[in-house]
């Protein structure tokens, strides 16, 4: 018997720490411990960020003041980036001396009680963490070889001389902007005529251009209807009937949520598992974090849930987590974009780069910042695209914490020559 049994251990481990630390006897099931850390360790956001630094470093060089050819190594990439997991497991396995790590598949089918491998383990609360897996449209012929998705990409030690990515999320931006930045030819196949939708149309405008100016072959209205792996390659028709083949295919249409463990008609499921804005679900005691419960796809909200989580169940009583101050980027390159907050402000500033010298020489002049406030002066929100711009965006986060309005915001004084001192303007001009 436990008083806590996390299923999933991604950002869960965070949780179970900090329940250990506090008196609990706590159990973490992970169907592979080899795993632990989660999706964003192993095959997502750490590696991802990495290979887009050093692909960065290429991209710089080709800068007219540098001479000679720099070419990406990705065997060594490889390497260093299994060195760094590798350290990294070692670290979490440590933290985790006082939780007991369960290795196998979780089946949750009634209240407070886990199937691991045949055997029952019982606890006052659950607090599920099974993240999330790639989506597969229909018609696609995944293989995990020339029909991938981002679990295999990042494990890749040799670039492909062409790749074509199916997605404008979060992973086909960024893959898109790796690829392209280390030389590969890159097409990418967006089914609508829009990228970053939801965002300022100002912001859509030059992530379309920067995409094209590092080579990225854009397809607009290119619906995927099949992708199946020939001798020619992988052809990819579309709704047109039009048709290519290409050597590879990286399919990023969005990820879906892990609910196939949970047989336990008293834990709703809808797009995810059905929590409250406290992340109990529809049965008591019984919490849900991270992507399994579909709000956002992001490690670090996975994190502050599963530790505000834990914080209610060691009697804390925790204020509860806004996830409009969460902020959301996506690390293109040269310059990424970044959002916090709400973008329907009754007033907003918008403050191009190109008015510093300082973007001229970090490739940023086609940047901006825009900050929203509401009808009493309080900031509400912004939107970044810059080099760092999630750096940038953690400013604006924390004015949304500490409900800061405009007058406050005024009096912080930014450092010059940075792209932050753009923000501070955005400021004055609301």
């Known amino acids: 018997m436990y008083d806590i049994i996390y299923i999933g251990g991604g950002l869960n481990y965070a949780g179970a720490i900090v329940a250990a630390k506090n008196g609990k006897k706590v159990a973490l099931v992970e169907k592979d411990l080899q795993q632990l850390g989660g999706v964003c360790l192993h095959k997502g956001c750490i590696p991802s960020k990495m290979f887009l630094h050093y692909a960065n470093l290429v991209y710089e060089s080709k800068n007219d003041v540098v001479n000679g050819e720099v070419t990406l190594a990705m065997k060594k990439l490889f390497e260093k980036k299994t060195n760094l997991i590798d350290n990294a497991l070692t670290a979490i396995t440590k933290q985790c001396s006082h939780v007991d790590l369960i290795e196998g598949e979780a089946k949750l089918k009634e209240p407070h009680k886990v199937e691991v491998k045949g055997k029952t383990l019982e606890a006052e609360y659950i607090v599920i963490g099974t993240g999330s897996h790639a989506f597969i449209p229909e018609g696609i012929e995944y293989n995990a070889k020339d029909i991938i998705v981002s679990d295999e990409v990042l494990m890749l030690?040799?670039?492909?001389?062409?790749?074509?990515?199916?997605?404008?999320?979060?992973?086909?931006?960024?893959?898109?902007?790796f690829f392209a930045t280390a030389g590969v030819e890159v097409t990418l196949i967006n089914r609508s005529d829009e990228i970053l939708k939801k965002s300022h149309s100002l912001i859509q405008k030059e992530i379309k251009k920067q995409l094209e100016k590092i080579g990225v072959k854009i397809l607009q209205n290119h619906a995927v209807t099949t992708a199946k792996s020939t001798k020619?390659?992988?052809?990819?028709?579309?709704?047109?009937?039009?048709?290519?083949?290409?050597?590879?295919?990286?399919?990023?249409?969005g990820r879906r949520p892990n609910v196939d463990f949970l047989t336990c008609k008293d834990i709703k499921v809808k797009k995810g598992i059905v929590t409250d804005r406290f992340f109990e679900t529809t049965l008591a005691k019984h919490y849900a974090i991270g992507d399994c419960n579909g709000k956002l796809q992001l490690a670090h909200?996975?994190?502050?849930?599963?530790?505000?989580?834990?914080e209610q169940i060691v009697g804390k009583n925790p204020r509860p987590l806004n996830l409009e101050h969460v902020v959301k980027f996506i690390h293109t390159l040269p310059m990424s974009y970044a959002i916090v907050g709400k973008t329907d402000g009754e007033k907003s500033s918008v403050v191009p780069l190109n008015n510093f010298p300082y973007s001229f020489y970090n490739d940023a002049a086609s940047g901006m910042m825009i900050s929203y406030a509401d009808s009493e002066g309080f900031i509400v929100g912004a939107e970044i695209l810059s080099p760092n711009a999630e750096e940038l965006a953690a400013i604006v986060g924390m004015s949304l914490a500490g409900e800061m309005d405009v007058a406050q915001a005024k009096r912080t004084i930014f450092g010059h020559p940075t792209f932050s001192e753009a923000l501070e303007r955005t400021f004055f001009k609301l």
């Open 157 to 177: 030690q040799e670039l492909p001389k062409k790749i074509a990515i199916y997605g404008t999320g979060a992973i086909g931006l960024e893959m898109a902007s």
């Open 232 to 253: 020619k390659g992988v052809h990819i028709t579309f709704e047109d009937k039009s048709s290519i083949y290409m050597p590879l295919l990286l399919v990023a249409a």
């Open 301 to 310: 909200a996975a994190r502050a849930e599963v530790l505000h989580v834990t």
